[in-house]
């Protein structure tokens, strides 16, 4: 298991460095002086020459792209003119809350999703089938901003059951019921979209499943109907589900960063769309190395898990 | 192509979408001409009217803008920038996939590698850095949009792009001197091109959702301008006190969306070949029974009776009769065989009397199977899950697809002693361990952690066997067992089951279609074709002298070792097809002793002396023994 785990990071590293490459080829579009793109307000010539010195921005593209590099493998990812703070440090403080917000929409997306697919495929054409299947085309049709909106009408403006955005009170005690209760929408909103695409997923894979032949087997034994859907064929079926997840984790990342816009959430998602918006370059670049190589890895946990799963895989 | 759409329009969801988009679509094309208020002119003092108001339906937005109006404008810009990302993302997606795939090799290896990684990012990142480089604006908005899915065209077109650039007739134009760029645009591309088209369809919701995020996050249109995104960007700020405007858009784009999902959705069912054949539904935890008429009486002979058993598959409008009436039974200790082609209905019969038949399509629809004067079909389900495995237990053929592929072998094993009564974890892996050791496997206490795929073919039948005789069931269905296995293998296995049904007193019912495995091992032979049992009686007595003549000819087929000079006669044709069953005599179009009166009426099954046959002229004694 260590083996493979290993062999897999080994072969994220070219990966990883393909990242760097695209979002650098990206960032050399930037039409102009890119130091004085970069410096936006701050662009007097003392600033534009200490840059162009400290990037290389001089130097052919080659020279400049290992420069970059070599400062991001030491911790030095620039420094945001518009806040005046290294970009790493507010990267990081921003990644953590974008964590909590996507990881508990994750979480529900996975187990939601997952098990209205098995409900669905356990039904097929039932009531319970319709129903999910329907919610789910709503789900997967509708903006998750407007949807995020909506609740922010209902829930928060009418019922008042939740504060309206942001993550922690102004004033106030920093508790876990606190941040749940500010959690709970935005994070709702955000895995409505994944939970019905892992839920649409989940009941092809389980109806896939249902007809294999270990599943008679499994009847013919006299296991309980509920054992041959829950484990037998469910745990098959996720050899299907799980790279699914993977994928949506990403589409649960992007999402995030307009359910942070709409909910006022300190995260990276709101990080990047205020330093486009304010021309913060190294802000945007950081940010996106950063978030991506993240997924990178996050997708070699998604690989792990199913080794573990499928022991048919070589490990 | 007609049928395509005649599928389409059956759906009626897929119809209701299509309709509401050709709707939407029509509406925004002719947006110019209708009679609406200038979607920029503002008017302050006039600024946000509600809905239903004299002069602006929709009510105005906070600059006092008719909403009805920026509403169809917005539509029609987002429509517009959706449709033009993707197009301009499967153009260029295709091209980059055509160009992999047909070349191939190392071409094919950097541009994938290049592929992937672009797919490594989450979405957004891609399309957020592309904006950021190229500045907030709707047609950078749209380069972004149409950037980040490329990949995915490019990867769905390079796959069938290699599956074409292999066939015969690319080799062809190839050696007929036709370029690579003339081979591409008259060869592959015609073929490709209804993958780009289903591809579209299934994102082109997707890109007017993401382009409306990008200018809803201000990224995208610029105002004045707008297109619905941007406008429940502009709206956010009222939301809490005025929230028409921002439910008038982002309710058109759910309805947008919806109808493109809904289409989508009936397309690629349409286009699905499995779910026209049904093969996508999933089997019911038992067989459904319809039986019109009561079922006949146990006689009481044997341990289980099978009486009159009809078992159809309901495919559509067709009904094929696997299965038309037939009649079996099993003493304890005794071995019955059941041989026959592929298709006569002898896995269906052994199926169908513990309700294992997949169904929807099985459907068993009269007769009865009697398990000690209990009638299985019809049982409730409860009653016939505590006699599977514990009374009745079954061997399938394929052990390696009929065992669970991610369960250890000794967790099935304990699984199927669990499924009838409680025991603790180390009383079941005593009782796994001694199960695999009665059927011989060597080493149990160490397989008793393998996994199926690390064992061979023969000791995973072992697996099976030792399964089934995990609760000690009376009587053992084998439904082909041996047939994937190697002959040694075989024979090995055989001789468990043999010394199984001696020392256990079990009743086996063997499925076969090898008359040496018959021979071997059962007392008494059923032989069935196209649904019926033709013939049956004692299995000595059978192959000394096979009175109908498709047994005859079934036996002629088996190779004799050692008795080189017979000729060995294929049987001419294919059973027919159980949909349209012939009157008569079902063989009679195989048979080469067939006469005028085999074609009519229904031709019974003749019992005397434990012998049956249900043939108009038979083979008589005399004759079959030479």
């Known amino acids: 298991m260590t083996g493979y785990i290993l062999k897999r990071l080994l072969s994220a590293i070219p990966v990883l460095f393909g990242i760097t490459v695209i979002v650098f080829l990206i960032m050399a579009m930037i039409p102009g002086d890119p130091a004085t793109a970069i410096l936006g307000n701050f662009a007097t010539p003392e600033n534009v020459e200490k840059l162009n010195r400290d990037l290389g921005l001089g130097k052919p593209l080659v020279q400049q792209y290992f420069i970059w590099l070599s400062n991001m493998l030491s911790g030095d990812f620039g420094t945001s003119f518009a806040l005046n703070r290294p970009v790493l440090d507010e990267v990081l403080e921003r990644f953590n809350a974008t964590l909590v917000l996507a990881g508990t929409a994750f979480v529900l997306c996975s187990f939601l999703g997952v098990i209205a697919g098995v409900i669905s495929a356990a039904n097929q054409y039932g009531a319970a089938d319709k129903g999910i299947t329907f919610v789910v085309l709503l789900g997967i049709s509708i903006p998750s901003f407007f949807l995020g909106m909506m609740m922010i009408l209902f829930f928060a403006v009418n019922l008042r059951w939740f504060p309206v955005s942001g993550m922690w009170p102004i004033y106030g005690d920093r508790t876990l019921g606190v941040l749940l209760s500010h959690l709970a929408m935005p994070a709702t909103a955000l895995a409505v979209v994944a939970t019905g695409v892992i839920a649409r997923l989940s009941r092809s894979a389980m109806l896939e499943v249902l007809r294999q032949d270990f599943i008679r087997t499994a009847r013919a034994k006299g296991v309980h109907e509920r054992g041959v859907i829950w484990r037998h064929a469910l745990k098959a079926a996720m050899v299907s589900i799980i790279p699914v997840l993977g994928i949506q984790a990403g589409f649960v990342l992007s999402g995030a960063v307009y359910i942070e816009i709409v909910f006022q959430w300190p995260g990276v998602g709101r990080m990047l769309v205020d330093a486009i918006l304010k021309r913060d370059i190294l802000m945007v670049q950081g940010g996106v190395v950063f978030v991506a190589a993240c997924y990178v890895l996050f997708n070699i946990a998604v690989d792990v898990a199913q080794s573990l799963l499928d022991p048919r895989i070589k490990t | ?626």
């Open chain 2, 1 to 626: 192509m007609t049928a395509f759409f005649v599928l389409l329009a059956r759906n009626r969801l897929a119809l209701l979408g299509g309709i509401v988009l050709a709707c939407v679509v029509f509406l925004a094309l002719i947006t110019p001409i209708l009679p609406l208020a200038d979607p920029d002119v503002t008017n302050t003092s006039n600024r946000f009217q509600p809905v239903f108001l004299d002069g602006a339906l929709l009510g105005t937005d906070h600059l006092g803008r008719d909403l009805l109006s920026r509403v169809m404008w917005g539509t029609r810009l987002s429509l517009a920038v959706g449709f033009a990302a993707a197009i301009a993302a499967a153009t260029i997606g295709a091209a980059i996939g055509i160009i992999a795939g047909y070349y191939g090799g190392r071409t094919d290896n950097i541009i994938m590698r290049g592929v992937d990684m672009l797919m490594a990012f989450p979405y957004i990142l891609l399309a957020l850095a592309i904006v950021a480089a190229l500045g907030p604006g709707l047609f950078n908005a749209l380069i972004a949009v149409a950037a980040v899915n490329v990949p995915f065209f490019a990867r769905n077109i390079r796959g069938i792009t290699v599956g074409i650039a292999n066939k015969e007739f690319v080799d062809a134009a190839r050696l007929a001197g036709m370029s690579n760029s003339r081979i591409i645009l008259s060869e592959i591309l015609p073929n490709v091109i209804p993958v780009i088209v289903i591809a579209m369809s299934t994102t082109i919701g997707w890109m007017i959702l993401e382009t409306a995020g990008l200018s809803f996050l201000g990224l995208g249109s610029q105002p004045p301008q707008a297109d619905l995104g941007s406008m429940l960007g502009e709206a956010r700020s009222a939301l809490i006190t005025n929230p028409h405007t921002s439910i008038v858009p982002g309710i058109m784009i759910l309805i947008i969306v919806m109808s493109i999902n809904l289409l989508g959705d009936g397309v690629r069912d349409a286009l699905d070949p499995r779910l026209k054949s049904g093969a996508l539904s999933r089997p019911m935890a038992a067989t459904r029974v319809d039986r019109a008429e009561t079922p006949p009486a146990a006689s009481g002979v044997g341990l289980l009776e099978v009486k009159a058993l009809e078992t159809q598959f309901h495919v559509k409008n067709r009904i094929y009769r696997a299965v038309g009436g037939v009649d079996l039974h099993v003493e304890k200790g005794e071995c019955l065989g059941i041989i026959g082609e592929s298709g006569s209905g002898k896995s269906v019969t052994a199926l169908s009397i513990m309700g294992l038949v997949a169904s929807p399509p099985g459907v068993i629809t009269g007769g009865a199977a009697y398990y000690d004067g209990e009638d299985l079909i019809g049982a409730p389900y409860r009653r016939l899950r505590d006699m599977r495995g514990r009374n009745v237990s079954y061997i399938f053929q394929d052990p390696l697809a009929t065992l669970h592929p991610l369960y250890r072998v000794g967790d099935q094993l304990i699984e199927a002693i669990r499924a009838h009564r409680p025991i603790g974890k180390a009383e079941g892996r005593a009782k796994a361990i001694e199960l695999l050791k009665a059927v011989r496997i060597p080493n149990a206490e160490k397989r008793i952690n393998d996994y199926p795929h690390e064992m061979s073919g023969g000791m995973r039948q072992r697996v099976g066997i030792a399964m089934a005789l995990a609760n000690d069931p009376d009587i053992i269905i084998a439904d082909e067992p041996t047939t994937a296995l190697d002959v040694t293998v075989q024979a090995q296995v055989l001789t468990i089951l043999d010394e199984l049904r001696r020392s256990r007193g079990l009743a086996i019912v063997f499925i076969t279609h090898d008359f040496g495995v018959v021979a071997q091992l059962c007392d008494r032979v059923a032989v069935m074709y196209a649904g019926r049992i033709v013939e049956e009686g004692a299995t000595t007595d059978i192959l000394d002298a096979p009175r109908h003549p498709y047994t005859a000819r079934l036996m002629a087929c088996v190779p004799e070792l050692g008795g080189g000079k017979r000729r060995l006669e294929a049987i001419p044709g294919l059973p027919p097809v159980v949909d349209k069953l012939p009157e008569g005599c079902a063989f009679a179009e195989r048979c080469d002793r067939v006469q005028p009166d085999c074609r009519s009426g229904g031709i019974a099954l003749v019992r005397k002396d434990g012998r049956g046959v249900r043939c108009v002229h038979p083979v008589d004694t005399r004759e079959a023994a030479e």
